[in-house]
């Protein structure tokens, strides 16, 4: 049968707010929680736990979608004392904060949307973790310890060279926005640049998964 189409008028300032209603405190990990910046102190914390404040804005990372947790999860799974850290495609910035905030030395990140800089801004802000955010062509030209790119496939198939050129000798490169069945292409364009430094899957979850490796 034909559907029955009804429709009425939103006032705009409840539209822009209303996703809020389905972003509440959640544990990334044992001791790692993500939480609204309008909740600053979930329920669920206790004295140990690291607690990362995040609005995005108009800008992708609440933390709650599967890539942004892999990357979480690596983050901390992973030594970050006295390391830098390039979060490429940096959305609201939640990777950059998230890897201050467990130790890495310095933090950059990147995106070419200016809402997202400004987003990343505000997080590193109200986090007190010491991360500057810039768009592509004002990036200053240096390597690091471990790059982080939460993007999708295509552009990180097309970014291969790039992203492999800002990892340091002995870094490590980590990605994600890649779904189960395109992560054999993802490793193989990746190891035509770089075939003595293969990535591998490292995590995989509800289809989508994170490819990791060290750059020799």
Known sequence: PDPVITYSVQDDAQWKDKWKDSFHPFRVTDDLIVTPIWEPAPEIANENDTILLIEPGSAFGTGTHPTTRLCLEWLHDHNLEGKSVLDYGCGSGILAVAAKKLGASKVLG???????????????????????????????????????????????????????????????????????????????????????????????????????????
């Open 110 to 216: 990147t995106d070419i949307d200016p809402q997202a800089i400004e987003a990343a801004d505000y997080n590193a802000e109200v986090n007190r973790a010491d991360a500057s955010f810039y768009l592509p062509k004002d990036m200053p030209d240096e390597k690091f310890d471990v790059v982080v790119a939460n993007i999708l496939s295509n552009p990180l198939r097309l970014l291969a060279p790039a992203l492999l050129a800002r990892v340091k000798k002995g870094g490590y490169l980590v990605l994600s926005g890649i779904l189960e069945r395109q992560a054999e292409e993802l490793i193989e364009v990746y190891g035509s640049y770089r075939p003595d430094s293969p990535l591998s899957v490292w995590k995989s979850m509800d289809g989508w998964i994170c490819l990791a490796g060290q750059i020799h």
